[in-house]
């Protein structure tokens, strides 16, 4: 079993930055990726593709609606990951979901096999 826990969530103003961390532990060798969720309010159930990267470290993903804004990254001595938060939009209000998966990139929910209990972003116009 993989635990996560994120943080670093908050309430900022469009255009502003903002990280958010996430803490695995537990039996992260079986792990292939780890990555970022989000849920938006008023939307379906759905959590929608953030961004993921190799538990390595050498790869990443990214949603086309964030590309060039967020960054993913990660410390592998740490078991940490992070997604660094730019020129944030009131559309980047959600609940920011860590998810971690053991065979393949986490683009899908359906290839997600942990999750964290979510932190909330909320960008004001």
């Known amino acids: 079993q993989v635990q996560l826990v994120e943080s670093g969530g908050g309430l900022v103003q469009a255009g502003d930055s903002l990280r958010l961390s996430c803490v695995a532990s537990?039996?992260?060798?079986?792990?292939?990726?780890m990555g970022w969720f989000r849920q938006a309010p008023g939307r379906p159930k759905e959590r929608e593709f953030v961004?993921?990267?190799?538990?390595?470290?050498?790869?990443?993903h990214y949603a086309n609606s964030v590309k060039g804004r967020f960054t993913i990254s990660k410390d592998t001595a740490r078991n940490t990951m992070y997604l660094q938060m730019n020129s944030l939009e009131p559309e980047d209000t959600a609940v920011y979901f860590c998810?971690?998966?053991?065979?393949?990139?986490?683009?899908?929910?359906?290839?997600?096999?942990?999750w964290g209990q979510g932190t909330q972003v909320t960008v004001s116009s």
């Open positions: 537990g039996s992260t060798f079986d792990l292939y990726s």
């Open positions: 998810a971690a998966g053991g065979s393949t990139f986490v683009f899908t929910e359906h290839f997600t096999d942990y």
């Open positions: 961004a993921t990267i190799a538990w390595s470290g050498t790869d990443t």
